[in-house]
């Protein structure tokens, strides 16, 4: 295709060469044009031969390359195919080996569990025939000889573990009562308090037995304007210059036991005069629980509490349960609490607000329904105190199970202050109660001779039968009889318990 090309191109251009020449020798020179015009076709034909030749060469010499390229490509190829099929030839025998290894291998896990089927069926039969012969030889049948055994290992257990518990809580209880004697020895010396037994009475002291006449008035128009404003009974009896004040409410008692002292000073005592003191003195009172509530804030060092908390709180300045002044017990809590946290790295300032507040309701519990835990966990909830400390008053008397450090806290310093010799006195009654009850829970166990209260309630001795109760058994008898002091009972402190086998003793202290 080049070589014709190249053809026509040398054709071509001789052609226009010579129409070229011959025109522009046209006029006269036609011969030599002519002959000039055959030399260029001859030049141009050799010229064009000469280019084909020179193609020509150049294709072969292409074509001969390409050729040899492909040669080369294809040899490649086929060595490639050779090693694959090579290859493949060395899977198949590969896979071949292992499918005949792997039907190998089925055939002995076949008979293996052939041959273990027919040994476990010869190990029951064997075993049947000598469980067959055990029942024939020892009397017993199978279930029979199997609650024995269990029997057995329970008892080991038990005795084991009875040995463990003992051992554990003997570790334990020397470590903790290290631990704690330490805090709370140094915690009781840091706060030494003074307590005050108040009662429902408050008594008021005249200048003279005559004034008892004019505090009683004509026809006892005085002293009924007196109890009928403030709520108090006044009690003028045969006691030389004294009145005594009666009522259960230590806010109307020391109001009206102002109110008396102001009209004595003043002299005039009349119904009108009365009521008009009595303002004076609910307004002064009113005053003074105030500020008693700040002072508290203040010497707990607990600080942003609701103003309407404060007053509450300052109403326990005339509240007592069992004798024990409410705020001067809030105020110890709120210092024990917070000792014992520092010690203890817990969070000072919750241990000492929860402790400072747990008792807030007994200023309102008349006027709500309620235990007083929930009462002061509602107060508290209301004037935005913290979940922490709402949850530490609620759980100061096991209300709820306390879920924080700070809440156990808040419930040992609330014992330790009511525990505390003199702090509370107890009425005849609930102590022998109390007392009763300890003995019955001890009584109740199998095992038990006699028991004892002992030390107003704080220890409780129980005598066992020697017979039932082995040294082992003494440590869990103690532990049992203890939960359910624990489960059963309030009290303030620890109760002791001390199960004695002849000259054995176990104590636990709850």
Known sequence: MMIAVYIVVGLAVGVVAGYLIRRNLASGKLAGAEREAEKVLRDAKREAETIVKEARLEAKEEVHRVRSEVEAELRGRREEVGKAEQRLLQRDEQLDSRSAEQDRREQSLHDRDANSQRVSEELQNAHDEAMIQLERISGLSAAQAKDMLLKQTEDEARHDMAKLVRQVEEEARREADRRARNILSLTIQRTAANHVAETTVSVVHLPSDDMKGRIIGREGRNIRTLENTTGIDFIIDDTPEAVVLSGFDGVRRETARLTLTKLITDGRIHPARIEETYLQAKAEVEATMEEAGEQACFDTNVHGVAPELVRVLGRLKYRTSYGQNVLN??????????????????????????????????????????????????????????????????????????????????????????????????????????????????????????????????????????????????????????????????????????????????????
Not at 370 to 391: F, N, P
Not at 402 to 410: D, G, K, N, R
Not at 419 to 443: C, Q
């Open 329 to 510: 017990h809030s105020i110890e809590v709120a210092h024990l609490a917070g000792i014992m946290a520092a010690e203890l790295g817990a969070n000072v300032k919750i241990a000492k607000r929860a402790g400072l507040l747990h008792d807030i309701g007994k200023a309102v519990d008349h006027e709500v329904d309620g235990s007083h835990a929930d009462i002061s966990q509602q107060l508290c909830k209301k004037y935005r105190e913290s979940q922490s400390v709402c949850h530490a008053i609620q759980a100061h008397h096991q209300d709820i199970e306390p879920q924080t450090v700070e809440a156990v806290l808040v419930q040992a310093a609330d014992a330790i202050s009511a525990a505390r010799p003199g702090a509370r006195r107890e009425s005849l009654e609930n102590y022998v109660k109390r007392l009763e009850s300890l003995e019955r829970i001890a009584e109740n166990h199998k095992g038990v001779e006699k028991c004892f209260a002992m030390q107003a309630g704080r220890e409780v001795r129980v005598m066992v039968k020697p017979a039932e109760i082995d040294d082992d058994a003494t440590a869990l008898l103690a532990r049992e009889i203890a939960r359910e002091i624990e489960d059963q009972l309030d009290y303030p402190g620890q109760i002791r318990v001390t199960v004695i086998r002849e000259s054995r003793a176990v104590d636990i202290a709850k």
